[in-house]
């Protein structure tokens, strides 16, 4: 296996005793996280030897050894690490390991000590956390976790986890994240700025993989310019300003209907009791012509009672969602309508649309952040893996017929949506002004929807 220079120092120091606490600072396709797993495996080997030597001694008092690799949800932590380390394991042809990945057992055991793998985005998880002590820990998105105000607190107390291995010398905390803001983001802060650990930065030029200034630069490119690409390519700790949304893919209904052809459809709901509510729907489909998969966002329900000057009911709201859909099946005859995701917070909607017999799903608000949610339609935007049909938006459906708008405030949204630059600035963390956001918050349920369930294309 070939490995850059910065990989081997970070290799060397995982599996070498009396180098506690390491942090990785890596871009996208940096090579960090392969360096990180194919250092298990050997930093596994040598605290099995060092065990064996120690039991030379008739005084010592035999160990046994846990370990904990710990991600956003158990979803990224089997994409980001597990399949890594199967991949490794094969390419070495090690077959003297067990992994399990189940419902309910999920660890690595190799040689003397066995890996658990966690996920760390709910108030919950650190108690899921095993109660056995720790000499190692590995925690992968650690600046996205402490993002989370509520998770920072458990957070802290990750190291009580390991207390009983004090002075090992092979105790070892590894953290590997991404730029998640500014100077002032919290994680910087506090486990950056104000900690003594050994730190790496990598780029995409420290994986062998990129070998090439072509391969780099495609790396480079495969984010929007912009402070999405500071952060996620050269690891600036900035935050972004201005309009979010600064490529946007768009098409006519008539393109749409003369080159895509479309598998399924998917509708995101934001509901507002006060505010408008919006059902933003999304298919998946094929253009004829590049073969290539994409989301597209078609129709649009847009009902704001500021405007429209009354007072609708959850009752009204369900109704209207009947019709959308109804709309949808005429309009797309023969394509399943076959997911639709509500705002979770949406409590008293989600009871009516129970009562009236509409199957639904809550938006996974635990397995995302609104950062990457919004990060991600960015770049599928940039890539123009998502595109948008311009159109005028459905204000209300009235004996079945529904009533437009004069204009597509849908793509209106999109195009004024922006960051909030003061609080991003003194929170230190990308944050968006709330307001006219609806449709966005929409298209983000159903997006995320279709991405954590492998129906949206790979960026």
């Known amino acids: 296996m070939i490995l850059s220079k910065k990989q081997i120092?970070?290799?060397?120091?995982?599996?070498?005793?009396?180098?506690?606490?390491?942090?990785?600072?890596?871009?996208?396709?940096?090579?960090?996280?392969?360096?990180?797993?194919?250092?298990?495996?050997?930093?596994?080997?040598?605290?099995?030897?060092?065990?064996?030597?120690?039991?030379?001694?008739?005084?010592?008092?035999?160990?046994?050894?846990?370990?904990?690799?710990?991600?956003?949800?158990?979803?990224?932590?089997?994409?980001?690490?597990?399949?890594?380390?199967?991949?490794?394991?094969?390419?070495?042809?090690?077959?003297?390991?067990?992994?399990?990945?189940?419902?309910?057992?999920?660890?690595?055991?190799?040689?003397?000590?066995?890996?658990?793998?966690?996920?760390?985005?709910?108030?919950?998880?650190?108690?899921?956390?095993?109660?056995?002590?720790?000499?190692f820990c590995w925690i992968d998105e650690a600046a996205r976790i402490y993002t989370q105000g509520q998770l920072r607190e458990s957070f802290n107390e990750i190291p009580g986890r390991m207390m009983s291995y004090a002075g090992h010398p092979y105790y070892k905390r590894i953290d590997s994240f991404n730029v998640e803001g500014s100077q002032n983001h919290p994680y910087k802060k506090d486990y950056i700025d104000g900690r003594d650990w050994i730190k790496y930065v990598f780029f995409p030029y420290d994986n062998p993989v990129l070998d090439t200034e072509e391969k780099i630069k495609e790396a480079v490119k495969s984010f929007p310019a912009g402070s999405l690409r500071d952060q996620k390519v050269f690891n600036k700790w900035v935050v972004g300003s201005g309009v979010v949304f600064n490529h946007i893919s768009k098409m006519s209904e008539q393109e749409f209907k003369d080159k895509y052809v479309i598998r399924e459809i998917g509708i995101g709901c934001d509901y507002g009791s006060v505010n408008a509510t919006t059902f933003s729907a999304i298919a998946l489909a094929q253009n004829q012509e590049t073969r290539l998969w994409n989301l597209v966002l078609i129709d649009k329900y847009y009902h704001d009672p500021k405007v429209e000057n009354d007072t609708p009911t959850t009752e009204f709201y369900s109704n209207q969602l009947k019709e959308f859909i109804k709309l949808l099946h005429n309009k797309y005859p023969h394509i399943p309508v076959n997911t639709l995701v509500v705002d979770s917070e949406a409590s008293h909607f989600c009871n009516r649309l129970e009562v009236d017999g509409i199957r639904h799903e809550l938006a996974k608000k635990n397995n995302m952040s609104v950062d990457e949610s919004v990060q991600y339609m960015q770049s599928l935007f940039y890539k123009e893996f998502l595109k948008i049909i311009e159109m005028p938006h459905i204000r209300y459906f009235i004996n079945g017929n529904p009533v437009y708008g004069g204009h597509d405030i849908g793509l209106e949204e999109l195009e004024s949506y922006h960051y909030d630059k003061l609080r991003s600035e003194r929170e230190g963390i990308n944050a968006y002004v709330k307001e006219f956001d609806h449709y966005v918050d929409a298209s983000r349920y159903i997006i995320m929807e279709f991405k954590l369930t492998g129906r949206s294309p790979v960026i």
């Open 9 to 135: 120092a970070l290799y060397n120091d995982i599996i070498n005793p009396n180098i506690p606490n390491i942090s990785v600072l890596g871009s996208t396709q940096s090579g960090k996280t392969y360096d990180i797993c194919l250092s298990l495996i050997k930093y596994a080997e040598n605290l099995y030897n060092y065990e064996k030597e120690q039991r030379k001694n008739k005084d010592y008092l035999p160990r046994e050894y846990n370990g904990a690799i710990i991600g956003w949800t158990t979803d990224t932590v089997k994409s980001n690490i597990v399949d890594n380390l199967v991949k490794i394991l094969e390419e070495i042809k090690y077959k003297h390991y067990t992994l399990k990945y189940g419902q309910q057992d999920k660890y690595l055991e190799i040689f003397n000590i066995r890996f658990y793998f966690f996920g760390f985005n709910t108030k919950l998880s650190f108690n899921r956390i095993l109660g056995k002590p720790l000499v």
